[in-house]
Antibody, heavy 124, light 110 residues
Framework: EVQLVDSGGGLIQPGGSLRLSCVGSGFTVSSNYMAWVRQAPGKGLEWVSVIYNGDNTYYADSVKGRFTISRDNSKNMLYLQMNSLRAEDTAVYYC??????????????????WGQGTTVTVSS | QSVLTQPPSASGTPGQRVTISCSGSSSNIGNNYVYWYQKLPGTAPKLLIYRNNQRPSGVPDRFSGSKSGTSASLAISGLRSEDEADYYCSAWDYSLSGPIFGGGTRLTVL
């Protein structure tokens, strides 16, 4: 079964750091585009970061320079290193497999497999 | 204010057909594929439609997607109580050089 399980959330003070983890099963994380999406309390979904081939990455402006997406091929893991956390980063974070590609119809960018979500709360 | 505009709410009665719109521009929907997700409270989003109108295996054919110009729509026919959820559209945006979500539509089954 294709599955993702994310973890690593918790309560952290403003300015602190946290690393989220996401382990894949039933498929190879390193062979796929992978992403993080979040949902703040009472708000909609927001793309946070995507990792494409090699070192190509995307970050939302709201997290650029503070968050880093990476993966460990040997462990079939995806990570999101979050530094300089702010109250507005409080959200449920979901990892996912991104079926990204490009053809004559344009970019196709969407997640077909999702983790269950891990909660990050930034508060003093 | 999202770049992709969805109505904040929609409603229908059981058995009815409802449509949720997603309005964008040539920078996103007009020249890229649209995805639709269903989000229930406390659960991860679920992919309903990919590449404008394709259904993943396991998604009932009551759900259908379409795209015309810079707008897209999700239609749900034979509405059921379990369809009560939040629905989000998503597409790549050239101006932002990244993917974006619509603001979401809360569907109520009366």
């Amino acid at each position: 079964e294709v599955q993702l399980v994310d973890s690593g959330g918790g309560l952290i003070q403003p300015g602190g750091s946290l690393r989220l983890s996401c382990v894949g099963s039933g498929f190879t994380v390193s062979s796929n585009y992978m992403a993080w999406v979040r949902q703040a309390p009472g708000k909609g979904l927001e793309w946070v970061s995507v990792i494409y081939n090699g070192d190509n990455t995307y970050y939302a402006d709201s997290v650029k320079g503070r968050f880093t997406i990476s993966r460990d091929n040997s462990k079939n893991m995806l990570y999101l290193q979050m530094n300089s956390l702010r109250a507005e980063d409080t959200a449920v974070y979901y990892c996912g497999r991104d079926r990204y590609y490009y053809d004559t119809g344009g970019y196709s960018n969407g997640m077909d497999v999702w983790g269950q979500g891990t909660t990050v709360t930034v508060s003093s | 204010q999202s770049v992709l505009t969805q109505p904040p709410s929609a409603s229908g009665t059981p058995g009815q057909r409802v449509t949720i719109s997603c309005s964008g521009s040539s920078s996103n929907i007009g020249n890229n594929y649209v995805y639709w997700y269903q989000k229930l409270p406390g659960t991860a989003p679920k992919l309903l439609i990919y590449r404008n109108n394709q259904r993943p295996s396991g998604v009932p054919d009551r759900f259908s997607g379409s795209k015309s110009g810079t707008s897209a729509s999700l239609a749900i026919s034979g509405l059921r109580s379990e369809d009560e959820a939040d629905y989000y559209c998503s597409a790549w945006d050239y101006s932002l050089s990244g993917p974006i979500f619509g603001g979401g539509t809360r569907l109520t089954v009366l």
